[in-house]
């Protein structure tokens, strides 16, 4: 590599969010606040070199490998985000840039990759601005910057920023949030909620046939839109104070909640969107049935497709691992699931790891 061409890598987790963002509008602002938790071990590492170009022109020039092979889809996407972003980074034109990108998860296990691969090309390019301009901005600073990016890119990305529980969406009572960026909500460092984990059963690894773009433009004109925003407001207030009070089953019912109205809503908007497929259900009525029988803390949340995030925690794993074994694996594609927990959020990477 010539002595002109700089690197820079991020690791950035994905996450799985207990209320739904759902709608936007304006410029990726969101119609309602969201809460998520950020993951370990579903990440996407990126890698952005770049080099001052000879001749300056006004155009973004770049190329975008995805596990090595040049993915053209992806490029044109990120060309376009990089384009809405001239304004805010002047600089972009004047460099060639090249993206490498990987993910630890299978592209086709149907897990939102648009978060953690949103997020890493963000903090990607705050680094690189803060290279450039030698302008080291405050760690508050920089991660908010990097949030705001990230959701210009995707929504659900501008969470990912941060590690634990993370909101994004003004939420009246909630201190600093804002629907321009996430924000971290931490819990008590003694809280049970610390040892979260997520099971993420794959019913289907199939290409889904409502993207999330799509769903969101959705709610614009659907009948339930203001229903949406009151029910979604009022959920994320009990959640906050179950957060807030450790109290588990409020957690549990309201996260099912928002999952089952994600559906709701998908399913009567105009195309609809029959996203949960019959090894789905099958998984709710088993987790339902088995924490009626057992009482583990256990419950389900699921994005705009079909498969299962089962969430639970660290001192219940044995007989969660074996109940998923007997019982669910059965609806799994393959029988493939991924064993995950809440994460600490992106890090950075050495460029000796890029080869
Ligand atoms: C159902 O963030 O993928 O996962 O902003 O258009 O990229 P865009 O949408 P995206 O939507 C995520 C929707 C969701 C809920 C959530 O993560 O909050």
Redesign the pocket.
């Known amino acids: 590599m010539s002595e002109d061409t700089k690197i820079i890598g991020w690791n950035a987790p994905s996450?799985i969010?207990l209320i739904?963002?759902?709608g936007?509008r304006d410029n990726?602002l969101p119609e309602n606040g969201?809460l998520?938790l950020t993951l370990n071990k579903s990440t996407t590492s990126t890698f952005l070199t770049y080099k001052k170009k000879q001749t300056l022109e006004n155009t973004i020039s770049i190329e975008y490998y995805f596990h090595g092979e040049r993915q053209l889809a992806f490029e044109s996407k990120t060309e376009r985000l990089l384009n809405s972003l001239k304004s805010q980074m002047p600089f972009l034109p004047d460099y060639d840039l090249i993206f490498h990108s990987s993910n630890t998860f299978p592209h086709s296990a149907g897990i939102?990759s648009?978060?953690s691969s949103m997020c890493a090309l963000a903090l990607c390019l705050v680094t690189m601005e803060e290279n450039i301009s030698a302008n080291k901005l405050k760690t508050e600073d920089f991660f908010r910057r990097a949030s705001i990016i990230s959701r210009l890119g995707?929504?659900?990305?501008s969470r990912s920023i941060y590690g634990g529980f993370v909101t994004w969406g003004k939420i009246p009572s909630l201190e600093n949030s804002s629907d321009e960026y996430a924000t971290p909500y931490p819990v008590d460092p003694g809280s049970r909620l610390n040892t979260i984990r997520d099971i993420i059963l794959i019913v289907s690894s199939n290409e889904k046939n409502v993207s999330?773009?799509k769903?969101?433009a959705l709610m614009n004109y659907h009948p339930y839109r203001d229903g949406r925003k009151i029910q979604a407001n009022d959920n994320m207030l009990k959640i906050i104070e179950a957060i807030r009070k450790d109290d588990y089953k409020t957690l549990a019912d309201t996260a099912e909640n928002e999952a089952l109205a994600?559906h709701a809503l998908l399913m009567t908007s105009e195309p609809d969107g029959l996203l949960l497929k019959p090894g789905t259900l099958s998984i709710i009525e088993e987790v339902r049935k088995y924490r009626r029988s057992t009482g583990t803390d256990l419950f389900f949340t699921i994005?705009?497709g079909p498969n299962v995030h089962l969430i639970y925690f660290e001192d219940q794993r044995e007989e969660v691992l074996s109940f998923v074994q007997n019982n669910l694996v059965r609806f799994c594609e393959d029988g493939q699931w991924i064993d995950d927990c809440l994460g600490k959020g992106p890090e950075r990477i050495s460029n000796e790891s890029f080869d």
């Open positions: 996450n969010a739904k963002y759902w936007k990726q969201s998520s939102a648009s978060a995707s929504g659900s990305a999330s773009s769903g969101h994600l994005d705009a």
